[in-house]
């Protein structure tokens, strides 16, 4: 089958589409068909060596040292269960899924094989596999935090980064929730943001939402420009500072920093389940959860994928497709 393998730390061009062996399911095993997979800023940050700051030191460990652990990236992706082990019950050849291997890896790829009780579910029956595949990165993430400070009807919640991946789906999901939302982006998705269910816009050329005055009972950080230290005085007593992005400062002292402000600071690890997978094809069913996609490529065309999340400025999700006879 084909897959994108990268064999070195760099720039988008040392990924390479190769040849590689086509998995076969183990007994308690499906193997999918990929239709369609996200390269997501994870992708990048694998790719490129390129962690968070602080977090440098411990990138080798996780990373590689001087060759990629994982040679096959792609965290999320959508299919067709195309063949399944002996032991499996939940899922029959046929099934159209949406799947997070998450840090596994592996969607990349013209086939996957993961055991049925990894996190996958049947993919939103509205959506196409590129659609269903774009819900997968930001939405479990956002859902995964904004639930750490459950949002009220009224709340006001600030996005910090409302068009990216995690951005657009935590606008869309603390709406859901029933929250007032203030999206923070440029000026050129002053209208995608609004569409998404947001309340109020702010243009982060033109405002700082740190220092105007105004507060929120939640932030949603997903830039990695809102230390705790800068927006403090933007979150009402007893709020909530959702670091979606952490350095190791966040990660080292959140904890204690709750403890003495009273605000919930929150920088932790967190897995998705399948019942989060399943949550999200249903609010993608009831048109409450859009997908927001900003381009799609062939998978020949992984490079490009690449550079245009290498930019910083995608909208949304950078989408691969996967072409079956
Ligand atoms: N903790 C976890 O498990 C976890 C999971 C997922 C992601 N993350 C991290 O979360 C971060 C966000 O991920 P993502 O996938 O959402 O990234 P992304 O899609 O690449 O974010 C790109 C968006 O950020 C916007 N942006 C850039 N600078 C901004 C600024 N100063 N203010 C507001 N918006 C700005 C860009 O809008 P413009 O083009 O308009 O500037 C663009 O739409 C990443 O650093 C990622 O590593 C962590």
């Known amino acids: 089958m084909k897959a994108a393998i990268y064999r070195r730390f760099g720039p988008p061009d040392v990924v390479k589409i190769e040849e590689v062996p086509k998995p076969t399911p183990k007994p308690n095993e499906?193997?999918?068909?990929?239709?369609?997979?996200?390269?997501?800023?994870?992708?990048?940050?694998?790719?490129?060596?390129d962690l968070p700051e602080g977090l440098g030191f411990f990138g080798p460990l996780a990373l590689g040292v001087f060759r990629p652990r994982k040679k096959l990236l792609g965290m999320d992706g959508a299919g067709v269960v195309e063949a399944i082990g002996d032991k499996v019950t939940k899922f029959q050849p046929g099934d159209e899924v949406y799947f997070l291997p998450g840090a596994s890896f592996g969607?990349?790829?013209?086939?996957?094989?993961?055991?049925?009780?990894?996190?996958?579910?049947?993919?939103?029956?509205?959506?196409?596999?590129?659609e269903a595949?774009?819900?997968?990165?930001?939405?479990?993430?956002?859902?995964?935090?904004?639930?750490?400070?459950?949002?009220?009807?009224?709340?006001?919640?600030?996005?910090?980064?409302?068009?990216?991946?995690?951005?657009?789906?935590?606008?869309?999901?603390?709406?859901?929730?029933?929250?007032?939302?203030?999206?923070?982006?440029?000026?050129?998705?002053?209208?995608?943001?609004?569409?998404?269910?947001?309340?109020?816009?702010?243009?982060?050329?033109?405002?700082?939402f740190a220092t105007s005055g105004k507060t929120y009972d939640a932030i949603v950080e997903c830039v990695g420009n809102a230390p705790f230290e800068r927006v403090n005085n933007a979150i009402k007593p007893g709020g909530a500072l959702l670091i979606i992005i952490p350095n190791l400062k966040a990660i080292l002292f959140s904890k204690?920093?709750?403890?003495?402000?009273?605000?919930?600071?929150?920088?932790?690890?967190?897995?998705?389940?399948?019942?989060?997978?399943?949550?999200?094809?249903?609010?993608?069913?009831?048109?409450?959860l859009k997908p927001v996609i900003d381009s799609i490529y062939p998978l020949e065309d992984i490079v490009k994928?690449?550079?245009?999340?290498?930019t910083g400025h995608k909208v949304g999700n950078v989408i691969v497709t996967m072409e079956h006879d």
């Open 256 to 288: 204690r920093r709750s403890r003495k402000t009273g605000k919930l600071i929150t920088a932790a690890d967190w897995k998705a389940t399948v019942e989060d997978l399943e949550y999200l094809a249903k609010l993608a069913e009831e048109g409450v």
């Open 305 to 310: 994928a690449h550079a245009r999340v290498d």
């Open 107 to 130: 969607c990349h790829a013209e086939y996957i094989a993961m055991a049925e009780t990894d996190f996958i579910a049947l993919k939103p029956k509205n959506l196409s596999f590129a």
């Open 133 to 208: 595949t774009s819900l997968l990165f930001g939405g479990s993430t956002s859902l995964n935090y904004l639930r750490r400070k459950p949002v009220k009807p009224g709340d006001e919640v600030l996005v910090n980064g409302a068009s990216g991946s995690c951005g657009n789906a935590a606008v869309q999901l603390a709406k859901h929730m029933g929250a007032t939302v203030t999206g923070v982006c440029s000026a050129k998705n002053a209208d995608l943001v609004p569409s998404l269910g947001a309340d109020h816009v702010i243009d982060y050329a033109v405002e700082d």
């Open 30 to 49: 499906v193997l999918i068909r990929i239709h369609a997979a996200s390269v997501s800023i994870a992708d990048h940050r694998l790719r490129a060596k």
